[in-house]
DNA sequence: CGCGAGCTTGACGTTGTTCAACTAGAGTGG
DNA sequence: CCACTCTAGTTGAACAACGTCAAGCTCGCG
């Protein structure tokens, strides 16, 4: 973890500002990046862990982290993937003030601390800003509504299915990919084991649904794996 | 569903108000309650729909609720029972605008149908309660990150004996309590079928951990359900 | 060369779903 | 008053999907 405390350009004003910053004045941008801190986080360090008190807001400025909640013993559910313009922390707001998932970095990731109290300030300030906020927690809310589904209905190959098409539609839009994921990676994305993953990503290679080697894959069929995912 | 549009006593000053409202100013709750209008169901009506527009923010001020996600086929995942003071339909605003799950009555049930858009425009005047309104979605936010773990790590059992606790401790507040839920809605809450929960809550039954008959349940030995909710 | 981590494969057993049948009670109509 | 039908609850049997365990494999690194 490398701090680079002096490194003020940061990603309230830099290409990669999350759309939520939108709503901001001159001066509040300005303030916000007075107070931010620029870390940079190697792979495999963990940004912050689940249970402990939320002192910041964390945005993605670079690189890629996985969000995943920690459960008994070393099982763990990958929620998502953050990449620049994410935020994490902002869930914890006004609520509890912990983080009640864990964030660690799968490369090198530059990241923005912002203090929970002068987004709060903001927000007590900057109605539109609020309002943004609003609608940013809604959606990320939302999408938990459907990850429900995922995880809860379908069966194995369709979990596995959903992560292929997650990684190549959201991640690394592409249908071909180099992914630093493990295997336990994504059978912890897909609530499956890692020996079940391994068995139907191979099955999808028989059947010349996808292609991989090691850590490469690639899409062959995708729309058969919709279908595998939807109705799986 | 009977339409009280007369009756302006509403949930937004009576003594089942959200806290939520409580950052309002005189004029505004007011201003709620003029635009407010009180609609009783009864049992088995449906108050949303999943996938309809969102228009209007949904109080309870009496009866009860069930907030479920309807999946494909007639499968559905109960989520939890909304009961007065609770609110439906918040984390919908500046998002899709559209509800992305059901709530229908279990028993006679009165709501209050509040405009979307008054919310917005109080939300934007009144930074107090825009940031009161993010904690109140954070909170159910984070709700959901709990039910994660519930719904992809337990045995049928601890799902199971999870219901039980939630009916006892957080709806009916009484570990002695008699239901309106069917056998098929306490399957769609523990996630499971319904056949699986009837031999469950009978192997508890024969177990003395509970007893039951029909719809009146009574929980024996609490200690241990929470330990079967918990390591199962 | 030896060691460890991550990956892969096979065999096995368990859990829980599915299907089908049966019961009980409530409502309906001859 | 007795079929009937419909719904909700219950039980049993059979099967299949998955997780668990155990063993090997590959590759990189000291």
Chains 1, 2 share one sequence.
Do not use: W
């Amino acid at each position: 973890m490398t701090d680079n405390a002096n490194d003020k350009v940061s990603c309230i004003c830099c290409k990669f500002m999350s759309p939520i910053f939108n709503n901001l004045s001159k001066q509040e941008l300005n303030y916000l990046r007075e107070i931010s801190h620029e870390v940079v986080f190697q792979a495999g360090e963990i940004i912050f862990k689940q249970g402990t008190p939320l002192t910041h807001v964390i945005c993605i400025s670079g690189g890629a982290a996985k969000l995943y909640v920690e459960l008994s013993g070393k099982k763990k559910i990958i929620l998502r993937l953050l990449l620049p313009t994410d935020i994490a922390g902002v869930s914890g707001i006004n609520s509890d003030h912990k983080h009640h998932f864990s964030l660690s970095a799968i490369e090198t990731t530059n990241t923005c601390f912002i203090e929970v109290s002068a987004f709060k300030k903001i927000i007590r300030e900057n109605p539109a800003f609020a309002y943004g906020i609003i609608g940013y927690i809604n959606n990320s809310h939302n999408r938990l509504y459907s990850k429900l589904k995922n995880f809860t209905q379908k069966n194995t190959n369709g979990k596995v299915a959903d992560t292929l098409l997650y990684l190549a539609n959201e991640v690394y839009n592409n249908d071909t990919f180099a992914t630093l994921l493990s295997r336990q990676d994504m059978a912890d994305m897909s609530i499956t084991t890692r020996e079940s993953t391994i068995r139907i990503l191979k099955e999808f290679k028989d059947q010349h649904i996808i292609d991989f080697s090691e850590k490469h894959f690639e899409i062959l069929q995708k729309e058969l794996l919709r279908r595998i995912s939807q109705f799986g």
